[in-house]
């Protein structure tokens, strides 16, 4: 948002997939350019949930998780958790870039 665009979802729209926002950030995280991994995955532990819009469209779906840029994989990791818990079947992860 502070961006003013989503570069994920940009990605994604040139997928030819359906492209939901099927999660929603449950709480402001701070920012994660200076954590290690460890702090990276507890920062973000519990920040995700499942819209209410698309809980019908996770359950028993093969979701894949479209991200810019994978640094550590703390993101993409509690948000395929929370997809998982939400009853998605599969849940793979696409980036472009690794840093």
């Known amino acids: 948002m502070r961006r003013g665009f989503n570069q ?11 492209v939901t926002k099927s999660l929603w950030r449950a709480r402001a995280t701070p920012s994660q350019m200076a954590l290690a991994a460890a702090e990276r995955h507890a920062n973000v532990r519990g ?3 499942v819209s209410p819009f698309c809980s019908a469209l996770v359950d ?3 979701m894949v ?3 810019d840029v994978r640094t550590t994989g703390a993101t993409m990791d509690e ?15 696409l980036t472009i870039a690794f840093a």
């Open 65 to 67: 998780l479209v991200d």
């Open 47 to 49: 920040a995700f949930v």
């Open 8 to 18: 994920a979802r940009d990605l994604a729209e040139h997928l030819d997939r359906p």
């Open 79 to 93: 948000c395929a958790r929370v997809l998982l818990a939400a009853g998605a079947r599969e849940v793979r992860g």
């Open 60 to 62: 028993d779906a093969r």
